[in-house]
Nanobody, 121 residues
């Protein structure tokens, strides 16, 4: 099994910054992509940012220019640097990854348990 463990959430004032991290552990043969989703109260879960193993990135329009996703492939870790945070960024942030556990099985998607980010004055 693959486990994703997030860290770095918390309470921050508008305009502030936070850095989220997510480490994947377990049997991992290859990584297709890792990324972050978020879910605010009463809303559907939405993509925030993702990065593929080839280095391509995709960001939600609402976070472009403010958030940066990065990975440490040797550590199976993904980070999300969040700057200029706004109250509307308040949500539970979930780490997401698509991995292959061995060369002989298909890829599977995994989720972390989530970390709360609250932007408030």
């Amino acid at each position: 099994q693959v486990q994703l463990v997030e860290s770095g959430g918390g309470l921050v004032h508008p305009g502030g910054s936070l850095r989220l991290s997510c480490a994947a552990s377990g049997r991992i043969s290859s990584i297709n992509r890792m990324g972050w989703y978020r879910q605010a109260p009463g809303k559907e879960r939405e993509l925030v940012a993702l990065k593929t193993s080839g280095g391509s990135t995709n960001y939600a329009d609402s976070v472009k220019g403010r958030f940066t996703i990065s990975t440490e492939n040797a550590k199976n870790t993904v980070h999300l640097q969040m700057n200029s945070l706004k109250p509307e960024d308040t949500a539970v942030y979930y780490c997401n990854g698509v991995f292959r556990r061995s060369p002989y099985v298909r890829e599977s998607e995994y989720w972390g348990h989530g970390t709360q980010v609250t932007v408030s004055s």
